[in-house]
């Protein structure tokens, strides 16, 4: 562990889409599914998943509804804003350390069910972090399951695994328009966002039933994540007018996206 590391690496997923209603029945199967997609990491560091106040969280499907159904934003009065979905933090702890001490960690923020279509940012957004996450090149090769995992059981318009130097790149690169999708050591852009910009012959390609993932030099987990192989890919894409947007609304006529 070294503070190079740290700076290197510091991996986050974020993945976003558009205005899409859900009832807690359907998120909590989706989060249900999310906690499978990062099984891999609770059994490399012997974890287990607590809410934000440090309490232990079951996997059950019932009490993952239950988590759910309490998770409504909330005013100080009580009111409730069904509109904007519902808001859960979770907390990978590793074995035999408490949710507040822990420093190797895996953060979960979901929020999801929202009928708003954003105007400044998205209200339906998943983000793992993973910067907290030691040693971040032993753990690397579990991303490909849990970013496939994570894509299927939230369907967004668009994801990412970025590094924070590919952060950073993305940043000075491309406009600052919130759905102006962001290139990463992986990425995801459904059939409704666009496709992808011309890429180098070292990055993989890969069809999904809704889209395609990108995946940088997939051979050499150090030049995935630095911000050199995203420029390559992001110059590409301006100097060909790449014009990818995420959708602001996901609805579809049954209220699912197909299957």
């Known amino acids: 562990m070294t503070t190079h590391t740290t700076t290197r ?22 989060l249900t599914s999310t906690l499978d997609a ?18 232990d969280v079951s996997a059950d499907p019932l009490a993952v509804e239950e988590l759910v159904s309490r998770s409504v934003p909330r005013s100080i009065e009580g009111k409730t804003f069904p509109k904007q979905g519902f808001g859960i933090t979770l907390i990978l702890v590793p074995g035999g350390q408490s949710a507040f001490d822990a420093r190797a960690t895996l953060r ?24 907290s996450l030691f040693p971040e090149q032993e753990t690397y090769s579990l991303w490909d399951a849990a970013f496939a995992g994570l894509v299927a059981a939230w369907q967004p318009e668009h994801a990412a695994l ?54 940088l030099t997939p051979d050499s987990p150090t030049d995935a994540v630095s911000g050199r192989s995203a420029r390559e890919v992001l110059d590409r894409a301006v100097a060909g007018g790449w014009n990818a947007r995420i959708p602001r609304s996901s609805e579809h006529p049954s209220g699912q996206r197909p299957d």
């Not at 990062?38 to 309490?55: E, K, M, P, V, Y």
């Not at 999801?112 to 339906?124: C, D, I, Q």
């Not at 590094?163 to 790149?169: A, H, L, N, T």
């Open 9 to 30: 690496w510091g991996l986050l997923f974020q993945a976003f889409w558009g205005a899409r209603a859900e009832a807690p029945a359907a998120i909590a199967a989706r």
């Open 38 to 55: 990062l099984d891999g990491f609770r059994a490399a560091i012997d974890g287990r998943w607590t809410d934000d106040s440090g309490n």
């Open 108 to 131: 979960l923020e979901v929020t999801a069910g929202s009928a708003l279509v954003p105007k400044h940012s998205f209200f339906n957004s998943v983000f793992v972090d993973g910067t």
């Open 162 to 215: 970025l590094s924070k130097e590919q952060r950073q790149v993305n940043e000075s690169v491309l406009p600052p328009d919130i759905d102006v999708p962001w290139v990463g050591a992986l990425t995801y852009l459904s059939d409704r966002a666009g496709a992808f910009p011309e890429t180098p012959a070292s990055a993989r390609m890969e069809s999904t039933a809704d889209g395609a993932v990108l995946s």
